[in-house]
């Protein structure tokens, strides 16, 4: 999943060794976002990886419960109205507008929704539409 916070971008997946361990894996583009949640939210996080080659370059694992616990946090101290003016204020204009375009790119779900709809499987992962379910 990712998430887009006021202190940082995160994509967090589950391992096969965050199976067996009870852990997700928390990535991040910039080291100090990862900082930012470790020192904010998520205590837990263990010691931040940097790999030259892999897709995030910064990784950290945590127990999944206490992922779930920082996410509570970042919901209960929400405190603006506006997300791309709190990113302005916490980490500066140009972090707020590349957020902007994520929205802007997002926007088009909203333009043409029957192009971007997916279908809810048994699952319940969605399926593109056309696509097959082998």
Known sequence: MWLITPIGFFSVVRKP?????????VRARVRSDLEALQAQYLPELGPIQESAVNDYRFRAVAPQA?????MARLAETLDYSNFKDAVKQRQGAARANLYHGVWDVLYRLQQEPSVYMSTPTKRGRARSPGASSS
């Open 17 to 25: 060794t965050d199976t067996k361990n009870k852990t997700l894996t």
């Open 66 to 70: 206490a992922v779930a616990a920082a």
